[in-house]
């Protein structure tokens, strides 16, 4: 999906997707019940920090699809130069999206659904599968009523997985289009 997009774009994975490239190492704890802990969010920060400062990009959109995308939602209230935030398919109350599955629950990670409402100036644009049984919309609607700046979009005929890439050119004009002043 990145690829279709013809703006500056930094693709930015979560740690322990490849090895030999974890700031902090990977063990067991990242990849389960810390992956969206402050040790994980904080050194995806930094990485974004160190990179806003040397390109010196005059605003930033944050970009995530499942997972990513709750990493997108924890990292958006941190760094300042962020305008816009668009998830996909992302599980933002990780407690109920637990409870949903019969997990046991992501002891030691931040869930969007504890945080504080992120600022106004922040556009959010949130997509979610209507036949998607991993994250249900009404997963990511509680999260969403008390965001004052936030869209849902519930897409009828897509699940999780199938077939957003497809989708991703019209859903970027639109995040484009309703995300400038």
Known sequence: MMTQDPTPA???QRPCYHSQYNVPPCEPYLWT?????ETVVSSLEAAIEALVAERRPSSLTLIGYSGGGVL??????????VQALVTIA?????????????YEPLLGSLSPATEPVLPTHI???????????NVPPALIESVLRNQPNARLNVVPELDHA???GERWPEM???VVAASRP
């Open 10 to 12: 930094v693709y930015l």
């Open 90 to 102: 992302a599980n933002l109350d990780t407690e109920a999206w637990a409870d949903h599955h019969g």
């Open 33 to 37: 019940h810390g992956r969206y802990s």
């Open 72 to 81: 997108a939602y924890l990292l958006a209230a941190r760094v300042e130069s």
């Open 172 to 174: 970027l004009r639109q």
């Open 123 to 133: 556009h959010q644009s949130h997509w979610v599968g209507g036949r998607d049984l």
């Open 162 to 164: 199938c077939c957003w």
